[in-house]
């Protein structure tokens, strides 16, 4: 087994899907004009993240290598129905919010790629951590992304205004550029962060 916290860092921060893989875009830029749908998008996928990585290390040597391509998809296709569901009847405003982006988790290269590049070789134990730490790094990003593009673009946060009505509202910001501009700065904050890090 390998070290949980070391595991779930990785995810979080050296590996961040968002950030540093650069994966799973349509989502990220789709649904992050708020922060209430970036953090609803983000624990949808790492719920079905979570669950797809343990079932699919349990079968992982039960699973042909011919077809495990497919035996993925369906096993994560089953996850993200009961994920619409639940949302579905617990929290319809949000499933509506984020409409055809919840069944295309499906086809998410963060869970395609997890079950793939890690599920498949390792313990169900490490593959929840591995879950939990990429589901993690892709909620705090969408979350990240969200509020940025919120706050500038509408004066508020979490849909509760806290700007005066005299602030300049950019409603570039809560539009598709507005996701490509504010990503592509977070990304350059980040990476300079990391290079003065190492450099100190």
Same mark, same amino acid.
Request: charged fraction near 10%; hydrophobic fraction near 50%.
């Given at each position: ?6 595991? $779930?860092?990785?995810? $979080? ?48 040597? =039960? ?26 009847? /617990? ?9 055809? /982006?919840?069944?295309?988790? =499906? =086809? ?6 997890? !079950? ?11 593959? *929840? ?13 969408? !979350? ?7 706050? $500038? ?25 507005? !996701? ?19 450099? *100190?």
């Amino acid at each position: 087994m390998g070290n949980p916290i070391k595991i $779930i860092k990785n995810g $979080i921060i050296d590996e961040n899907p968002t950030f540093v893989q650069v994966i799973g875009m349509c989502p990220t830029l789709a649904v992050t004009s708020s922060a209430i749908n970036g953090i609803g998008m983000g624990l949808s996928t790492a719920a079905v993240l979570i669950c797809s990585n343990i079932f699919i290390s349990l079968l992982r040597k =039960v699973i042909p290598d011919k077809v495990r391509i497919p035996s993925f998809i369906v096993v994560i296709a089953t996850f993200v129905t009961i994920i619409q569901f639940m949302l579905q009847a /617990y929290l319809p405003a949000l499933n509506d919010s984020l409409g055809l /982006y919840i069944p295309l988790i =499906v =086809v998410n290269c963060i869970i395609l790629g997890r !079950a793939e590049g890690f599920a498949s070789k390792n313990s169900p134990l490490d593959s *929840a951590f591995d879950g939990i730490g990429n589901g993690l790094g892709f909620t705090i990003a969408l !979350a990240a992304i969200g509020l940025v593009r919120e706050f $500038i673009g509408s004066g508020t946060l979490f849909s509760y205004p806290v700007m005066p009505e005299a602030f300049p509202h950019t409603l570039l910001f809560v539009m598709a550029p507005g !996701a490509f501009f504010t990503l592509g700065c977070m990304m350059a904050l980040l990476n300079h962060l990391k290079n003065k890090k190492k450099s *100190a």
